[in-house]
Every structure is written in structure tokens, then in C-alpha cells.
């Protein structure tokens, strides 16, 4: 299949006829993990004591790395043992909850945002309100006693108790979710901690959540890779089943920045997390002319029917060739999975597919373009076929 052989991006910049091939590095900080399921649990608990300073937890899909342990403690800076053993706790309670591991990851965020995972006390003239505790909640307003909101276990609890109230929780932008639940004055706070927050999810446990750990009884959900229309605990989830045919700028096409996924025409595109749309219309081809309600051809140039939407942390994913207007406008606000078109083969196409991009740092230009396939896998929803 071929696609997007023009030398324009659809945000009307010139493309680079001749890029070197991109070698995706996601660092600690601010990549977004996800371990495989099924091979038993290991939670806090079962680190407390550990001797080992090179224990290896899974992370990504598959991929093992070593972890930084200290007071037999996983670290992931910038947060010490005794944050980390708080944010245990909260992923504790909701795999006793039987909350899913994405809840975990709300969860173990909206506390670094409101107190950087450290239990506070009231701090009289500096306090905001009567605001207590991980998750700065308030007496006054219905949450518990200030002695009930001093515990860890009692006031995540709350919190899950709250979050799975929210309807469609789980398909919502994590700032979203968390701002349901706790009514702040910064509302938009929360994503910048999504990715650090799944790290530690990742690093406090292993394998998935078949056991909480810590007394607590066999109950949770695996923590795993996302296939079909699952959503990863990342809140990342595929945008269509199928494999990937042609890759990232590869020796033959130095200029595709993104990879091809096969699929029948009138398979349905999903979102491939939440976010706001940036971009829904038809991309003109090499003559200028906007002609995407007819298939395209090889060679002609744009992406046809397509869709740019932004997602947390300035990520960009890009959606082309669909056979007919996008289900989405400018401005929408999508949640993960939602439908936003159908595939079709509109624009510089041999065929019906979909052509997915992924950029960073909010560039929509060739500049911003990175391989979606290591980037997918590290968010636990893996594309197939060609990395």
C-alpha cells in the first residue's frame, strides 16, 4: 500500500524528500508503560526486604529493564521510598476494589498533583481549606474526618468510590476523570503527570494484579497489553485491528512518517486516546484540488479524509484516507475508542488502509513525526506486523 508519496504534509509545509531513518529513545521520564499479564504479581509487599539492587520489573510490552531499588523500594524519580509506599498503597485499594489498573493510574496521578504522593496533615495558614491527606481532601465537604482522611487506605478508597461513579471513566482524558472526581481549581493539572504516574504503576508491580499484595485478597485485574478495542491502563487502545504493512521511513520511502495498517474499507477508526480535535477535513492532492469523496491512486498526493487529534503531554496521532467525511469536528472532544471515521482509500492511496502518524511536542510537520510502532508498544497497545 502507499500513502502520503506527496511533498507536502497535510499542515501545507514541505516535506523533506530524504529523512534518515528515525530511532524512537523513550526515556523514563516520560514514557508511558505498560506490563504483560499473567505471570503472577509483585507488589510493594513482596519488595519490602529485597536485597536485589538490579530487580527487573516488565515494562512495555515484553520488554524487561532494570529498575533503580532503594530500601527495597522501586524508585522512580523524582519520588522517594515513602512516596512510592504511599502510591503502593493506592494501587493496592484499587486492585481490592477490583478497579481497573487504568483507575490505578488516575489515581496514583491526581495524588502527585494534589500533594506529590505524600500523606499531609492540615498545614494550618498554608493549607488550602481544610484540604487533608494524599488526595487533599476536605472534611467539610463531605470526605471523612480529618483523622479518616490522615489514612492512606481510607481516603484512596474514597476517591475510587468516586471515580467509578463517572460515567465512562475509563474512556476519558485522565485529567478529565480526576477533575470529576475531585473539583479542583486547576482543573487541567492532572495530565502532566500521566506518564510518570503509569511508570510507577509499572514499577510497583509485575506481571499484572492478580494478587494485591499486603494481605489483601486475590482479586485484581491483570495489568497488559490492550488488544482489540481494550484500553490499555496508559489510556492508549489500537485505532483499528489489523497489521502494519508499510513502515516509517523506510529505505524505499524515506518520507513516510507513519506506518500503514490494513484494513477493509468500512472498518471503523477509533481514537487512539482521548483528546481534543485538531484537524477534520479533506487534504487537497499535488494539484491543489480537494477530491477525497473518489478513491485515490498512488501518486496522487494528501491524505485524503483525515483527522489530527492533540492528547496529553503535546502528543499528536494523525488518521488518513478515510472513505468519507470524519464523524468529528475541530474542537471536539474525543474520549479513547470513540469512533471517528471509516477507513477507505481517499487521497495518495493504492487501497483501502489507514495511515496513522504519531508527532510530538504538539508538531503537526514532518519535524514531529516519530515511529508509532515502538511508541504504541511502550503504551501497551501494539500495533502488529512491521516495527
Known amino acids: 500500500m502507499s500513502v502520503d508519496d506527496g511533498d507536502r504534509d497535510p499542515d501545507g509545509s514541505a516535506r523533506r524528500r530524504r529523512l534518515p531513518a528515525l530511532a524512537v529513545a523513550v526515556t523514563a521520564a516520560l514514557a508511558l508503560l505498560c506490563c504483560t499479564g499473567g505471570s503472577g ?97 476536605r472534611p467539610s465537604m463531605g470526605w471523612g474526618t480529618p483523622a479518616q482522611l490522615q489514612d492512606p487506605e481510607y481516603t484512596s478508597r474514597k ?49 499484572g494484579a492478580k494478587a494485591a499484595g499486603g494481605g489483601l485478597p486475590v482479586n485484581g485485574a491483570d495489568l497488559q497489553c490492550a488488544s482489540g478495542a481494550d484500553i490499555a491502563a496508559s489510556g492508549w487502545t489500537l485505532p483499528i485491528p489489523g497489521s502494519v504493512g508499510s513502515g516509517f521511513r523506510t529505505a524505499e520511502r524515506p518520507a513516510h512518517n507513519g506506518v500503514d495498517i490494513g484494513a477493509a474499507k468500512g472498518t471503523e477508526i477509533h481514537a487512539a486516546a482521548s483528546g481534543r480535535v485538531l484537524v477534520s477535513r479533506c487534504d487537497p492532492d499535488r494539484r491543489g484540488v480537494h477530491s477525497c469523496d473518489v478513491d485515490g491512486y498512488p501518486g496522487k498526493g494528501g491524505c485524503g479524509w483525515f483527522v489530527d487529534i492533540l492528547h496529553a503531554n503535546q502528543v499528536i496521532t494523525r488518521y488518513c484516507h478515510m472513505v468519507r467525511k470524519p464523524m468529528v469536528s475541530v474542537n471536539d472532544m474525543v474520549e479513547a475508542g470513540q469512533v471517528i471515521g471509516i477507513v477507505g482509500s481517499s487521497g495518495n492511496s493504492s487501497g483501502p488502509h489507514l495511515h496513522f502518524e504519531v508527532h510530538l511536542k504538539a508538531d503537526r510537520s514532518s519535524r514531529g513525526a516519530i515511529n508509532p510502532v515502538p511508541f504504541m508498544r511502550d503504551r501497551g497497545a501494539s500495533l502488529q506486523g512491521k516495527g
Not at 519488595?47 to 539492587?53: A, I, M, P, R, V
Not at 530487580?55 to 523500594?73: A, F, N, R
Not at 477490583?98 to 496533615?121: C, K
Open 159 to 207: 476517591f475510587y468510590e468516586k471515580l467509578v461513579g463517572v460515567s465512562n471513566w475509563q474512556k476519558k482524558r485522565l485529567t478529565d476523570a480526576a477533575q470529576r472526581v475531585q473539583r479542583s481549581a486547576f482543573p487541567d493539572a492532572y495530565a502532566k503527570h500521566e506518564a510518570i504516574a503509569t511508570q510507577i504503576v509499572n514499577a510497583l508491580t509485575k506481571g
Open 41 to 137: 504479581v509483585l507488589l510493594l509487599s513482596e519488595f519490602l526486604g529485597s536485597s536485589d539492587d538490579q530487580l527487573v520489573t516488565t515494562l512495555g510490552c515484553g520488554q524487561d529493564k532494570p529498575i533503580e531499588i532503594k530500601d527495597g523500594l522501586p524508585i522512580v524519580e523524582p519520588y522517594d521510598a515513602a512516596q512510592m509506599r504511599n502510591a503502593a498503597v493506592i494501587i493496592n485499594v484499587g486492585a481490592q476494589m477490583r478497579v481497573p489498573p487504568r483507575g490505578w493510574v488516575i489515581a496514583v496521578a491526581t495524588a502527585m498533583q494534589e500533594s506529590r504522593l505524600s500523606n499531609l496533615p492540615h498545614l494550618g495558614s498554608n493549607n488550602d481549606h481544610d484540604s487533608i491527606g494524599l488526595f487533599q481532601q
